[in-house]
């Protein structure tokens, strides 16, 4: 996902919800099948790269949403044809999840998907833009979310969670917009000059992006006083993650959301903002909501709250496969005495 990573610098994969994940029990997984050894910053190319990156983005902004969105479609189809690697394992984990999915509507899912990173590129730096107060129902339509709004105004306490699917940088910038402060943990961008462009336009409209160092005593407070913590839940969580099932295979999950929602008895809201005809418009809508009396009586909680919640991002998922990031790495960790397939 170098593609990407140098795109987005950082906000594609689980950029609000990796830090938390490292944090707590378990390990922040990456897209790159080898770890990269940190270098030593060098300020000039740091703002070298903020400069390209503003001026991308002033460019951008001098044509419609739309018009770019749909550039970003051809860059999309571009990676598909010349990426064999990362074309390949999202064509295989499409055909594990999928098994009686035709090959044509395999490729073309696989090919939507790579779509989505280059779209996501463009609706990020649109968002802060076109999304405001009084112009966000033109583009966000909710779906069932009466009942998040009660827990909400109601402030008990909530843990969102989302997958790799459609725009999932939108989620917690559209309920900052609607005056509900969120909480998301991220391990900041190695760029500052970017990192401090990026997160503070988030963060003074009220979407709040703590430092994953501070993780482990920033999450009990915030959930005390009754706010909202949001975590992308579909990463592999190595060795030390809970196995359950996702499509069909064994899918080691972090148990940090379980923990906590049985340590705090707060409610579960599984959550997505799907992409609607390619255009700068997304259906954000809940899938499911766990509330502690759903797990209190069963025999394993944590088990139930973290299968629970990953089959409602499977569901989501089903709904349109093309919207989800099939490149990600989900199933790299296996069971003991279970030999990896060749797209883990």
Not at 238 to 257: E, H, L, P, W
Not at 269 to 276: E, K
Not at 316 to 337: C, E, M, N, S
């Amino acid at each position: 996902m170098h593609i990407c990573g140098v795109m987005i610098t950082g906000l594609a994969g689980a950029r609000n919800a990796e830090g938390v994940f490292a944090a707590l029990p378990g390990r922040t997984p990456s897209l790159q099948s080898r770890p990269v050894a940190a270098k030593e910053r060098n300020a000039f190319v740091d703002y070298l790269q903020y400069v390209g990156l503003r001026l991308t983005n002033m460019a951008l902004q001098c044509f419609p949403v739309e018009a770019n969105l749909r550039t970003a479609a051809l860059l999309g189809d571009v990676m598909y044809r010349v990426d064999r690697r990362h074309r390949e394992r999202a064509e295989g984990n499409l055909q594990r999840s999928f098994p009686d999915m035709p090959d044509a509507r395999r490729h073309e899912m696989a090919r939507r998907s790579m779509q989505q990173l280059f779209a996501l590129f463009i609706e990020v730096l649109f968002t802060t833009r076109l999304v405001r107060l009084d112009t966000w129902h033109r583009y966000v339509r909710l779906d069932n979310f009466r009942e998040v709004v009660g827990l909400l105004v109601g402030r008990q306490g909530l843990l969102m969670l989302t997958g790799h699917y459609g725009n999932w940088e939108i989620l917690g910038y559209v309920l900052a917009t609607l005056g509900f402060e969120t909480t998301s943990f991220a391990r900041p961008l190695d760029n500052p000059y970017v990192n401090d462009w990026l997160l503070g336009v988030r963060e003074r409209m009220g979407q709040r992006i703590v430092d994953k160092k501070g993780a482990t005593t920033t999450v009990g407070p915030v959930l005390d006083a009754g706010g909202t913590v949001g975590f992308i839940a579909d990463q592999n969580a190595g060795t030390k993650g809970m196995f359950v099932d996702f499509f069909g295979r064994r899918a080691s999950t972090y148990k940090s959301i379980g923990l906590l929602s049985m340590q705090f008895e707060v409610p579960v809201v599984i959550g997505y903002a799907r992409r609607v005809h390619g255009k700068f418009l997304f259906d954000v809508g809940v899938q499911d909501i766990i509330y502690p009396a759903d797990w209190k009586g069963q025999d394993d909680p944590l088990r139930y709250i973290t299968q629970r919640y990953t089959k409602g991002i499977e569901d989501f998922v089903r709904a349109d496969p093309g919207q989800y990031l099939w490149v990600h790495r989900r199933w790299k960790t296996r069971p003991k005495g279970e030999e990896p397939e060749r797209f883990d």
